[in-house]
């Protein structure tokens, strides 16, 4: 549903739930490209209009309009394409929040080549991993992650540095490319079913997977947004997000959809979360829209909530909230905390609205319209409401992966009769209200972060003393859970000190967000007949 005044929307706002599952339908159109809707769409019809505050750690506020942004999108891409950029091709992007990082992600979509976000908190060995899988050519970071970059074993032709106007080779300088690079004379005319993102998982089975995603995968989006926040967008709206762009939670469930509807929002780096700053940043960018980890809330619960807040929704994901917290939303910032569901590979289908459903706390919502979500047993078959299985999405959807990158083995295990897999086990009532329930592997869910053992085993194993190891999650009270490592020494080895020093390798060569809390040492690791790892007998260790 669309109207001439309101293009963008999707979802009636009289509609109530029952209107809106049943009179919902897909608008995917035959081509689409993310930045011609989130950038160049808006600058022909308003050049003017405010798309981005930055707020700089300095306290500077930087002020993007849609017309800027696709000016320097526009000479980027050109730059881009002399470096031999051009359609299927991969860009990384090594950058916090702020507006670099949306004119890189739509330079190289009107090049129709394919964005490949990296979270600045990798190490090494994280990086080195992605940007060899992918086979990126070009990397586009800061200058606080530039002797990072350029220390990288990776095949790039090129590294664009967001901070000095000059810069030596191989070294490109981003500020020069985007004010005196000559402007792209035509974007690339991509189908809504082309290559547009490629987001690494967190690797809960084995390496990292890249989840590639087409355009279409916007659109997809926005059921959850428009419900989710309340009817969004209303006048005035304006959205924030303190969960990092690399992620497809900040990236996707914040700052495009905002773009795409035309709504400002406010970016920043924030180091290490401050619940006590992030409510003077509600307060002082009058804040209305915000999607934060639940990770965030539970801090920002402890805290003091100033009076003057214009919050009206709150959206949050990755894990469930409890009635408690959402009823502290309610009553300290006067706006409901929906929550809502999905993951790297399909993204924001399930979430709930109180205008339009009654809330169940303990539960996730509903199925969004436009989605149709199931609880399935191991073939595939949907079960009777009330009972555990797997949670499912049904194929196609908009919001739905193109598949693993590289890996149609991986990419077909994902599906089984028509439905895609989440890993995750829940069940559904007769109402069709979702209650997640545990995971069917090993991923570990800190501070709204989905991390998988792998990367951490493989690197604490590097380790010379280490015969083996072994990562699982275990309670915490504020991160859900804290990444907690066993691992089985070599004879002879010394233990004084090596905790510490696996800590720190870990922060060091994979990501400080990742490294463990605590390693225990142990005379052998519990496997199975077949050789894997029984990470559940470690769990129960505690």
Known sequence: MSTAAEPWRLIDPSWDWSEAQARFRWQVPAHFNIAEACCDRWARMEPEKLALTHVTEAGARERWTYGALKAASDRLASALAADGISS???????????????????????????????????????????????????????????????ALDAPLSAIYCTGPEKAAAPVRSFSEAITRAQPLRAPVNTRSDDPAVLIYTSGTTGPPKGALHAHRFLLGHLPCMEIGHMHFPQPGAVGWTPADWAWIGGLMDMAMPCLYYGVPQVSGRMRKFDPDAAFRLIRDESLTTLFLPPTALRLMRQASVPPGLRVRSVSSGGESLGADLLEWGRAKLSAPINELYGQTECN????????????????????????????????????????????????PDPVMFLGYWNQPEATARKFVDGWLKTGDLGRMDDEGYITYGSRDDDVITSAGY????????????????????????????????????YVVLREGAEWAGLEAELIARVRRQVSAHVAPRSVERIAEMPMTATGKIMRRDLRARG
């Open 88 to 150: 299927g091709d991969r860009v990384a992007v090594l950058l916090p929040q702020g507006p670099e990082v949306l004119i890189t992600h739509f330079a190289a979509m009107k090049l129709g080549a394919i964005v490949l976000p990296l979270f600045t908190l990798f190490g090494r060995d994280a990086l080195e991993y992605r940007l060899a899988d992918s086979g990126a050519k070009i990397l586009v970071t800061d200058p606080a992650n530039l002797e990072k970059a350029t």
């Open 450 to 485: 989905r991390i998988g053992p792998t990367e951490i085993e493989n690197c604490l194993a590097g380790h010379p003393d280490v015969l083996a190891a072994a990562v699982v999650g275990v309670p915490d009270p504020i991160r859900t859970e804290a990444v907690k490592a």
């Open 348 to 395: 924001l289908v399930v979430s709930a609205n109180p205008e339009m459903m009654r809330i169940k706390p303990g539960t996730m919502g509903r199925a969004l319209p436009g989605h149709e979500v199931a609880i399935i047993d191991a073939e595939g078959r949907p079960l009777p409401a009330g009972q555990e299985g797997e949670i499912a999405v049904k194929a």
